[in-house]
């Protein structure tokens, strides 16, 4: 199978979803991110090169250093993955709503 | 059912928040009890089909809520909340984590802050979830506040399969 590079793919995984919320306040030398995980240099490295396939980030050079930033273009395919939750807050808030009708309606 | 209630939801992730309000048809003091009350939050917090069990509930300042969310699997999700502020019928926080079934609260967590606001028997609810790191963010939504969880997954391997074919 031809290896997917799409940002499904890119926000499948906890760790580059967590490297795109650390990238959407600033951008960030390659050092910086992996100084906020626990896992290796390597690992994170390989995550933001992923995530570059993805075109969800982009590198800038900047004097000796690279900088990733975000792709806020892309990024719009992601707010419907936020759209989920807000999905999950909506059943919970209709669950509720069929609780409160019961409740007034047993009270009469 | 009236199905024009007021909903917005926005995740802010430069301030780490997640901002939620909601309108009811319902007065406040019944929008506070379902919110406050046992019995009754556990009809509704769980998004189905994952059920919401609390195992004990002690609604006063410094006082635990301990449950869990039950997956269709019997799969159970354990969270802790901490009152840190009851203004009855007003306002209520508190502090929650991810837990395991022994209570032990896994760092870090996040702080929530409930308003509530009747106008004309209608009673708005605003809800803010600030999380105190963005792993913790991160982590929330990966388990889609729990609940929710298989349902995103579900959805992505949907979307993964129609890409796929």
Redesign the interface.
């Known amino acids: 199978m031809e290896i997917r590079r799409d940002v499904f793919q890119a926000i499948a995984d906890p760790t580059r979803r967590a490297i795109l919320l650390l990238l959407a306040s600033q951008a960030m030398a390659p050092n910086a991110i992996a100084e906020e995980f626990h896992t290796s240099r390597q690992a994170v490295s390989k995550h933001i090169q992923i995530l570059t396939e993805c075109e969800l980030v982009k590198q800038e050079q900047k004097g000796r250093e690279i900088y990733y930033h975000i792709n806020a273009h892309k990024m719009k395919e992601i707010d419907k993955w936020i759209e989920q939750f807000k999905k999950i807050w909506e059943t919970r808030f209709n669950q509720l709503d069929i609780v409160l009708s019961t409740i007034k309606k047993q009270k009469k | 059912?009236k199905n024009n209630?007021l909903?917005d939801?926005t995740?802010d992730?430069?301030s780490k928040t997640?901002f939620?309000n909601?309108e009811?048809?319902?007065d406040l003091s019944?929008?506070w009890d379902?919110f406050t009350k046992q019995e009754?939050l556990d009809?509704?917090?769980?998004?189905?089909p994952w059920e919401s069990k609390t195992k004990f509930m002690n609604f006063k300042v410094a006082g635990k809520r301990f449950y869990a969310m039950v997956g269709p699997e019997g799969q159970e999700h354990w969270s802790i909340q901490k009152y840190t502020s009851i203004t009855p019928k007003t306002n209520f926080k508190y502090w929650n984590a991810f837990a395991d079934k022994d209570e032990n609260p896994e760092l870090p967590g996040s702080e929530w802050d409930l308003n509530f606001n009747e106008q004309d028997g209608m009673t708005t609810v605003n809800i803010t979830i600030y999380n105190e790191s963005?792993?913790r963010?991160?982590?929330m939504?990966?388990m889609?506040?729990q609940?929710?969880f298989t349902?995103?997954l579900n959805?992505?391997e949907e979307?993964?399969t129609r890409?796929?074919h």
């Open positions: 059912m209630l909903f939801f995740v992730k430069a997640v939620v909601r009811f048809d319902a019944l929008v379902a009754i009809q509704w917090w769980a998004p189905k963005l792993q963010m991160e982590q939504i990966e889609g506040f609940g929710g349902m995103t959805y992505l979307l993964l890409i796929n």
